[in-house]
């Protein structure tokens, strides 16, 4: 199975290339996903989240976590925030790993899988699990025009950009980028060129950066 890391920063396309991808057959892992899941009542995950956050943002009859209130206390601060990550991000990762060793539940292993990853930063040490590393690639700007376009307040979009890993960090990281400072057919018919050319080489050969 081939392995991909895409990542892009908000509102790069990240997600569109994903789907695009995941409806040609790949197997897809957003990690969003696993860091709701690492959160699941009686985690350990939640047990340590718990301790430094407060007992009383679990609930003790259900055990779920009050995640608004969570992100009210975390996110107050940047030390806090970054507090919280240190806890979360291992489980993560350890989530992540199982995953691609156990592959999708009940199905035929597929060719590719793609790993929707939303900070690459912090993945970073677990690269060398990819077989390549897919930026969908877009400058800031016209990303923050197409964000504001589609109803986000501007100072939301800083807010998140600025927390996110920069464009030269990702192109520095990328094995290939993806361009989308076109429409929507433009980069569908970089998604489907990328796609043809790894199916062509039988899914094992490098990466050649088309």
Not at 69 to 90: D, G
Not at 159 to 169: G, L
């Given at each position: 199975?081939?392995t991909?890391?895409?990542?892009?920063?908000?509102?790069?396309g990240?997600?569109?290339?994903?789907?695009?991808?995941?409806r040609?057959?790949?197997w897809?892992?957003?990690?969003?996903e696993?860091?709701r899941?690492v959160?699941?009542?009686?985690?350990?995950c939640?047990?340590?989240?718990?301790a430094?956050f407060?007992?009383d943002?679990v609930?003790?009859?259900t055990?779920l976590?009050?995640?608004r209130a969570l992100?009210?206390?975390?996110f107050?601060?940047p030390?806090?925030?970054?507090?919280?990550?240190?806890?979360?991000?291992?489980?993560i990762?350890?989530?992540?790993?199982?995953?691609?060793?156990g592959?999708p539940c009940?199905?035929?292993?597929?060719e590719?899988?793609?790993?929707e990853?939303?900070?690459l930063d912090r993945l970073?040490?677990?690269l060398?699990l990819?077989d390549?590393?897919?930026v969908?690639?877009c400058?800031l700007?016209?990303?923050r025009v197409?964000?504001?376009g589609?109803?986000?307040d501007?100072?939301?979009?800083?807010?998140?950009?600025a927390?996110?890993?920069s464009?030269a960090y990702l192109?520095a990281h990328?094995?290939?980028?993806?361009d989308?400072?076109?429409?929507p057919?433009?980069?569908?018919?970089?998604?489907?060129?990328w796609?043809?050319?790894r199916a062509?080489a039988g899914w094992?050969g490098?990466?050649?950066?088309?």
């Amino acid at each position: 199975m081939y392995t991909v890391f895409l990542a892009g920063g908000i509102a790069s396309g990240k997600s569109s290339v994903a789907r695009a991808l995941e409806r040609r057959g790949a197997w897809r892992i957003d990690l969003d996903e696993l860091s709701r899941a690492v959160l699941a009542p009686g985690s350990e995950c939640v047990a340590e989240v718990a301790a430094a956050f407060g007992a009383d943002l679990v609930d003790a009859h259900t055990g779920l976590l009050d995640r608004r209130a969570l992100a009210e206390r975390a996110f107050a601060a940047p030390e806090s925030a970054a507090r919280l990550e240190a806890i979360e991000l291992p489980y993560i990762r350890q989530m992540l790993v199982r995953a691609l060793e156990g592959g999708p539940c009940g199905q035929t292993e597929p060719e590719l899988c793609v790993v929707e990853v939303p900070l690459l930063d912090r993945l970073e040490p677990m690269l060398g699990l990819a077989d390549e590393v897919l930026v969908v690639d877009c400058p800031l700007e016209l990303r923050r025009v197409r964000a504001i376009g589609r109803g986000m307040d501007a100072a939301d979009f800083d807010a998140r950009a600025a927390n996110q890993p920069s464009d030269a960090y990702l192109r520095a990281h990328a094995t290939t980028l993806l361009d989308n400072t076109g429409g929507p057919s433009d980069l569908a018919a970089h998604v489907d060129a990328w796609w043809d050319a790894r199916a062509a080489a039988g899914w094992k050969g490098a990466a050649n950066g088309q």
